[in-house]
């Protein structure tokens, strides 16, 4: 679970104002390929611009991440 936010000025900053996700992920260290996950999320608010919400979304990882 997670909470965040991006305000364009510091008058605008409300640290109410969150917007909401959750989600699991699986992630395994293999010698040849580097770093391999898989993770499945869940966004509960509308995504900035868009009616419409975050919903479910699988996000993959192949290889080392900086």
């Given amino acids: 679970m997670e909470g965040g936010n991006a305000w364009n000025d510091i ?4 640290p109410f ?7 699991v992920g699986v992630r395994v260290f293999l010698p040849m390929v580097g770093l391999l996950g ?3 999320a869940y966004g ?17 990882v192949l290889g080392q991440e900086f």
Avoid: C, E, L, T
Avoid at 17 to 23: E, F, I, L, N, V
Avoid at 49 to 59: A, E, L, V
């Fill in 17 to 23: 104002d969150m917007k909401r996700s959750a989600g």
């Fill in 44 to 60: 509960f608010d509308p995504v900035f611009g868009n009616r419409s919400y975050g919903g479910s979304q699988f996000h993959f």
């Fill in 38 to 40: 898989v993770d499945w």
């Fill in 11 to 14: 008058k605008d900053f409300n």
